[in-house]
């Protein structure tokens, strides 16, 4: 019989899409050898990583069909990267303790969201004219996996970091959509929003409790990667009431709120696939 376990392996070191979208066994508290976080997930031609650029289209090019529609590639790239590293992270990390558990529960929940925003990506890249693949995929989240030696660190950069990013993401090119009248991929941005929220707040709920209730900031500041600071965990168009949604504090979203740095990722105007 498989467990989660195998789901794990499958999304991660399983090559095809359809291996990715595999359905997930719920967590049970069975021995786990543990893995590492292998050098890059498994990809097939199809779906592989590639060190050619691609431009994220600005906002005025997106009223053609072909440039909407590689900008839902990037985002089903973002959704497949998140889930390996997740599947990996049920792998690498151990569930000993009860925190542990609740990681991996939490985590099985998240992974199926993220499946579903993959497909509802893909399906609105096919009715605009393109297959998932059919432009350059980057491995940027992947690379900072070497630095995830804990799953404080996991979620220091996956809920607090990336996904947080993602509120902004999604809530600007709803409204890009909308301007554009194109309800269909506005349904879609509003969906992934509403399941990203709840992700972020699983993240900070669970460092909240492993944190034992001291300051949420400083336990985040000193589990993110090197290299990264909190300005990666905004967007284009930063919404600090999406945080506040999430659960975070004021005083927690009041500090990213003043924070900058000259870090150059993040003077960005638009979402780029690699820094
Ligand atoms: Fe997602
Ligand atoms: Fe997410």
């Not at 996956?158 to 809530?171: Q, R």
């Not at 399941?195 to 336990?219: C, P, Q, T, Y």
Request: hydrophobic content about 40%; some cysteine; charged content about 30%.
């Amino acid at each position: 019989m498989s467990s989660w376990i195998d789901s794990a392996e499958q999304i991660l070191y399983g090559k095809s899409l359809e291996e990715k979208l595999c359905s997930i066994e719920p967590f049970e508290d069975i021995d786990l050898k543990l893995h590492h976080y292998p050098s890059l997930p498994g990809r097939n031609k199809t779906i592989e990583f590639s060190d050619r650029k691609q431009k994220f289209p600005g906002k005025g090019s997106l009223i053609e069909d072909e440039k909407k529609a590689i900008a839902f590639h990037f985002f089903a790239n973002h959704e497949l990267l998140a889930l390996e590293m997740m599947a990996a992270a049920l792998l690498v990390y151990p569930h000993r303790d009860e925190a542990g558990i609740r990681f991996k529960k939490d985590l099985i929940a998240t992974m199926k969201d993220e499946q579903k925003h993959m497909k509802l990506y893909i399906i609105r890249m096919k009715e605009l004219g393109i297959e998932f693949g059919d432009f350059p995929l980057n491995d940027f989240f992947w690379r900072q996996t070497p630095n995830l030696k804990t799953p404080e660190q996991f979620y220091a950069l996956m809920a607090l970091t990336f996904e947080s990013a993602n509120l902004d993401f999604a809530s600007y090119y709803a409204e890009v959509f909308k301007e554009l009248g194109d309800e269909k991929s506005v349904q879609t941005m509003n969906i992934v929003l509403e399941d990203e929220i709840i992700h972020v707040a699983r993240g900070a709920r669970w460092m909240d409790r492993v944190n034992k209730g001291n300051d949420l900031w400083s336990f985040y500041m000193d589990n993110l990667p090197p290299l990264l600071t909190p300005c990666r965990a905004k967007g284009i168009l930063y919404k600090p009431e999406l945080r506040t949604r999430s659960g975070l504090s004021s005083d927690f979203v009041d500090k990213l709120t003043n924070y900058q740095d000259d870090y150059r990722i993040t003077q960005r105007k638009t979402w780029k696939a690699t820094p």
